[in-house]
Structure formats: C-alpha cells, structure tokens
C-alpha cells in the first residue's frame, strides 16, 4: 500500500500468496515466474514488469480500478471479479489470461492498448458480463485483440460495446441471453454464438467460417462487414448500415428491418 516496489534480475520471487496492490506500484522483472494465491488491485495501484506472474486461486481475485502494464503475462487461474464504476486498464503489451471464472458488473470501463504495443486478453474460462447499463471495453492503442475460446455471457440487460477485435475461437460461445453486445472491432470466429438478446455488428470486418450461429434474438448489423461462411440463424434481423456478404445463408425466422447498408 502505498510507494514503489520492484524485483529486478538479482532477485528471487516465488509465491506472493494473497497479492494486493494499492495505491502504488508492483514491477516484477525478476525472470523467475512468480505466482500468487490471490491478486487485489485497487486504489489506483499498478502491476508492471516482464515477468509471468500466475494467480493459481481457489481464493477470488479482484480488480476495481487501476492498470496492469509492461509487457509481461498475467495469467489468473481462479476467480476474478471486476466491479464497481471505475475504469480499469490493460496497457503497455501485457498479456492478460483468464482461465477461470470473470465476473464484470457495476458498469465500470477496461480499456486496452497502448500505441506501437500489442496487448491482449484471453478467456478461455467463463467470462460472464453482468452490467445493467452502459458500458465499453475500449481500444486506447496500438494492436488490440480480445480472444474467446472459453465462454462469454451476456447477462447483463444493459449494452456492453468490444472495441478491440473480438475473436470468438472454437471451442469458444459467445451467449447474449440479455441485452445488447456490439463487436466494433471485427475478427475472425469460429466458435459458436446464440441467446436471446441482441448481437450487433459495428464495425470492422468479421468473418464466421465454422461454428454454430443460432441467435434467437435479434442481430444488428450497423457498420462494418460481417461475412456468414456458415449456415446461421436468428429471430430478427436489423441491417442500418455496412455490408451483409457471405458465402452460405443467414436464415431469418421473424422479423427484417432493412433502412440502409448492403
């Protein structure tokens, strides 16, 4: 709490156990990979380094506000929740793993990127999105990319917009049962999507070439390019902008609306 903390190359850095940074900074580049039970990052604090520093859990970890930067690789086995209205950010190249179970609510922003820097977030747990209202997972530089192989809810009734590319990878699902997720950044899927929600398409350019897509909701497509390369479906459809291609069909069971786009 509180001051600088760094572990260089002359030191040696194994379990943290139950980590919490707050109001201050942790820099880990001591080459050793070191792990925690539990990470707590609030108040403003912040996490740098080269180093991997692994959160095996069972304990739950917690991130309400302040950054994870440099370009090492946080990778979070147990539980983690994001809450409160606070922003939060992913910056400076840093790789962000998240193999167990993520809850996000309370409406608070994550930004990612940093110019000339490649940052990434990985789920390959359950990444369950409970916000009731507004909120973004934005794109603040640089090569920014969300990657999905574990599962993202939708639960929330409020509208969550992705600005990195979100890439939806097999075995990954992407599940809106309620409200509204708008992909603005493109990518390429191959995993599966449903719910009865809403899936907007808002920018970039995705393409779908495997996978099941069943939303029995509505799909939005608003800007940007969305190719179907595999037979889909949805309840409703509403295109008001960008381009709707693909080489197989987008089958339709309820309701078009068609007030611009291609």
Known sequence: SGGNLVFNSAATV??????????????????DGPTAETLSLTGGGTLTGTDTLTVSGPGTSNWTTGTMTGTGTTTINGPLTLTGASSRTLAGGRTLNLAGMTTWSGNGAISIGTASTTTTLNNSGTFQDQN????ALNNSGGTTAVNNSGTYEKTGAGTTTINPAFNNTSPGSVN??????VLA????H??????????QFGGGTHTLSSGTYNVTGST??????????????????????????GTDALTVTGALSWTGGL
């Open 14 to 31: 194994g379990n943290l156990g139950a980590l919490s940074i707050f109001i201050s900074t942790l820099t880990l580049n001591s080459g």
């Open 132 to 135: 009731s209202g507004t909120v």
């Open 220 to 245: 939005s497509v608003t800007n940007g390019t969305v190719n179907f390369n595999t037979a889909s479906s949805t309840g409703a459809l509403t295109l008001s902008g960008g381009t709707l291609g």
């Open 176 to 181: 809106v049962q309620t409200g509204t997720l």
């Open 185 to 188: 950044g493109g990518g390429t």
């Open 190 to 199: 191959t995993g599966d999507f449903a719910g009865a929600g809403t899936l």
